[in-house]
Structure formats: structure tokens, C-alpha cells
T-cell receptor
């Protein structure tokens, strides 16, 4: 158990809909990262938050947005869903955004499997 | 443009023998490298990491070697155990680089099977 929790575990929805994925980081971790794993693909970085502020952005679609709340949990919002958005979405957290080796190892949650029909 | 490559999709070894998993990267700004193990229906589990200032890091049965000039790293598992059977991901970040970030760039993974 990494200490990172994600809900829901599974989500099935229809095209055009909007969903929210939730992540609670490990206790004490200030950074939250979101990754997407599509079929036959490695994990693709979407976005990072550090202590409530957006820190880095990857190839995140404009239909997707995220935020980190004062209690440090994070939500990933996916809207106008398309069939191609079906994937595993992972959240990871780390102690600090930058630091010496060993202080910013990212620990992953169990993921949310999104299926768009 | 795949910056982290795991060219072998799978590897099968006998229990007790050495498993060697390879990874190549193209971005010379990467300064921190990690290996993750992933079981089905679970998130990636951190195994071991290495900073670019080192060429070797060891943790129990797991050793990671980094060859910066070749832009190559490898994970050695000795001795291999059936419980090591999983998908292994190599990842890299340009953590300390000016303008860099902590985001991890992952390879596509390699499935390791350790046979009893």
C-alpha cells in the first residue's frame, strides 16, 4: 500500500459526459501528479500540482482540468468525453517538488479505470 | 518522440537466475532515473532509483546501473523469484535541470516472467 488513494476504482460513462477523479496523496506529500495509461502505452504525464499551485503541465487536453485543494487532495476533471479517453488514470504524490535524491520519489495510487462507451 | 525506450517487451528467466532489464533514453537533460514494478490492477510500485551523479545503486536483490555516455540503464535482479513476475517500467526526469521538472517520462514497460 503506497498510501496514495484514488476513487473511484472503476468508472463507466458515455461519450460527451463529464467525470471527476479524486486523489488523496500520502500524508506529508505536497506534490500531486496525474498520469494517463492508455492501451499498449506507457504512462503519460498530464499535470502536476505543488501545494495547491499548478507546477508543470504535460500533454493534457483542454477538455481536462485539475486542481489541488487546501487539504492537498486533488481532482482531475474530464469533460466532453470521447471513446479515446478510456484509460487508466493514475495519481502519484511526492514529498517535495524538488530536492535531493530520495525526497521526491513519486508513489502511485491504484488508479481509476475509465471506460467511455 | 519516445524519450525513454524499453526495447524488449518481455523477458522470461528461471527462478534463481539473474534478470537483466534494459532501458535507453535520448534526453541528455535527464538526471534522475527510476524503476517501477506493476502488477495487474495495481498502481506502479517504486523499486529503486539512481541519480545521474552515480553509476550504480544497490538495494537488496535489485541493482541499477547507469551508463550516461551510452544513455543506458539496466536493472539487475539477483536471484530472481517467481514473485518478481510483473511489468517493469523505466522512468526518467530532468529534476535538477534549469527549467526542468519532476514529471516522469516512462518507457512502455517490459513483462518479466520468472519460472519456478
Amino acid at each position: 500500500d503506497s498510501g496514495v488513494t484514488q476513487t473511484p476504482k472503476h468508472l463507466i460513462t458515455a461519450t460527451g459526459q463529464r467525470v471527476t477523479l479524486r486523489c488523496s496523496p500520502r500524508s506529508g506529500d505536497l506534490s500531486v501528479y496525474w498520469y494517463q495509461q492508455s492501451l499498449d502505452q506507457g504512462l503519460q504525464f498530464l499535470i502536476q500540482y505543488y501545494n495547491g499551485e499548478e507546477r508543470a503541465k504535460g500533454n493534457i487536453l483542454e477538455r481536462f482540468s485539475a486542481q489541488q485543494f487546501p487539504d492537498l487532495h486533488s481532482e482531475l476533471n474530464l469533460s466532453s468525453l470521447e471513446l479515446g479517453d478510456s484509460a487508466l488514470y493514475f495519481c502519484a504524490s511526492s514529498v517535495v517538488g524538488r530536492g535531493p535524491p530520495g525526497t521526491d520519489t513519486q508513489y502511485f495510487g491504484p488508479g481509476t479505470r475509465l471506460t467511455v462507451l | 518522440d519516445q524519450q525513454v525506450k524499453q526495447n524488449s517487451p518481455s523477458l522470461s528467466v528461471q527462478e534463481g537466475r539473474i534478470s537483466i532489464l534494459n532501458c535507453d533514453y535520448t534526453n541528455s537533460m535527464f538526471d534522475y532515473f527510476l524503476w517501477y514494478k506493476k502488477y495487474p490492477a495495481e498502481g506502479p510500485t517504486f523499486l529503486i532509483s539512481i541519480s545521474s551523479i552515480k553509476d550504480k545503486n544497490e538495494d537488496g536483490r535489485f541493482t541499477v546501473f547507469l551508463n550516461k555516455s551510452a544513455k543506458h540503464l539496466s536493472l539487475h535482479i539477483v536471484p530472481s523469484q517467481p514473485g518478481d513476475s510483473a511489468v517493469y517500467f523505466c522512468a526518467a526526469s530532468a529534476r535538477g535541470t534549469q527549467g526542468g521538472s519532476e514529471k516522469l517520462v516512462f518507457g512502455k514497460g517490459m513483462k518479466l516472467t520468472v519460472n519456478p
